[in-house]
């Protein structure tokens, strides 16, 4: 099993920022990508933005240009950089994490409690 734990959410004015991130633990050998998925109140869950350990990088088309995934392999540590934030992002984001073939692949072997971002308008 693989466990992950989330931190950096919280309540931001529109146009700000705020940083989740988001450490693995256990059998992390087992994994090759990690990611950050988003669900809103009435909504399905979502993709935000996925990494691989290989670096490739898969973002939704919404939060292009915006946010930046990041990861620190030795840390077993992804990052997520939010930038320019609209109410519309305001969501519970949960952490992921996988073994994917594919780096646009889906990664959602194992996730995270999830942390509240709440963005005011």
């Known amino acids: 099993q693989v466990q992950l734990v989330e931190s950096g959410g919280g309540l931001v004015q529109a146009g700000g920022s705020l940083r989740l991130s988001c450490a693995a633990s256990g059998r992390v050998f087992s994994i090759n990508a990690m990611g950050w998925y988003r669900q809103a109140p009435g909504k399905q869950r979502e993709l935000v933005a996925t990494i691989t350990y290989g670096g490739s990088s898969n973002y939704a088309d919404s939060v292009k240009d915006r946010f930046t995934i990041s990861r620190d392999n030795a840390k077993n540590t992804v990052y997520l950089q939010m930038n320019s934030l609209k109410p519309e992002d305001t969501a519970v984001y949960y952490c992921?994490?996988?073994?994917?073939?594919?780096?646009?692949?889906?990664?959602?072997?194992?996730w995270g409690q999830g942390t509240q971002v709440t963005v005011s308008s």
């Open positions: 992921a994490a996988g073994q994917v073939t594919h780096w646009r692949a889906a990664v959602n072997d194992y």
